[in-house]
T-cell receptor
Framework: QKEVEQDPGPLSVPEGAIVSLNCTYSNSAFQYFMWYRQYSRKGPELLMYTYSSGNKEDGRFTAQVDKSSKYISLFIRDSQPSDSATYLCAMSYNTNAGKSTFGDGTTLTVKP | DVKVTQSSRYLVKRTGEKVFLECVQDMDHENMFWYRQDPGLGLRLIYFSYDVKMKEKGDIPEGYSVSREKKERFSLILESASTNQTSMYLC??????????????FGSGTQLSVL
């Protein structure tokens, strides 16, 4: 069983929809939780990160961590075609983000 | 803006060849990383380096080696390429600030095909 499981997708939604992307994990030692966005033929870029449980909001994006359920989510409000990308969740034990454990990614397409 | 540059976007090599993948970052970051990205397996860490001439094995180092002679440059070496090393290779760099989670900056990747 993988340490981090991500909803496989692909996901296709109309423009303006609310998108929910989800990951579950098995290791309760994870403390830092990240979401990366990866456009086609590009490397991942950090979108949001959260330490421990709780919510974090940045514009149209909200990251949610529930450590008791070992479940994290990324919500995208008012989705735009420019949000079409693969979204990767990642988790780490400490501040060394380079040693994170990554999910497989969910590919999102937002249709105009 | 931080820039992590990988020398080749696409590379085709033959089985048994020695392959060099080059990565350069321009932000004076201490830490550099090499990953491979495969469908269904996500990103997996191959090697990383915290300083010049230092290297540490990641989760899947077999068949690979690395070199870091200068702070800005981190090379991944496939000593004898095999077909199961066909993959997307991603380089990343980061710098610790001591208080928050380090931010990873990725290059655009090298798609390597070994025939």
């Amino acid at each position: 069983q993988k340490e981090v499981e991500q909803d496989p997708g692909p996901l296709s939604v109309p423009e303006g929809a609310i998108v929910s992307l989800n990951c579950t994990y098995s290791n309760s030692a994870f403390q830092y939780f990240m979401w990366y966005r990866q456009y086609s033929r590009k490397g991942p870029e950090l979108l949001m990160y959260t330490y421990s449980s709780g919510n974090k909001e940045d514009g149209r994006f909200t990251a949610q961590v529930d450590k008791s359920s070992k479940y994290i989510s990324l919500f995208i409000r008012d989705s735009q075609p420019s949000d079409s990308a693969t979204y990767l969740c990642a988790m780490s034990y400490n501040t060394n983000a380079g040693k994170s454990t990554f999910g497989d990614g969910t590919t999102l397409t937002v249709k105009p | 803006d931080v820039k992590v540059t990988q020398s080749s976007r696409y590379l085709v090599k033959r089985t048994g060849e020695k392959v060099f993948l080059e990565c350069v970052q321009d932000m004076d970051h201490e830490n550099m990383f090499w990953y491979r990205q495969d469908p269904g397996l996500g990103l997996r860490l191959i090697y990383f380096s915290y300083d010049v001439k230092m290297k540490e094995k990641g989760d899947i180092p077999e068949g690979y080696s690395v070199s870091r002679e200068k702070k800005e440059r981190f090379s991944l070496i496939l000593e004898s390429a095999s077909t199961n090393q066909t993959s997307m290779y991603l380089c990343a760099s980061s710098s610790p600030d001591g208080s928050t989670n380090e931010k990873l900056f990725f290059g655009s990747g090298t798609q390597l095909s070994v025939l």
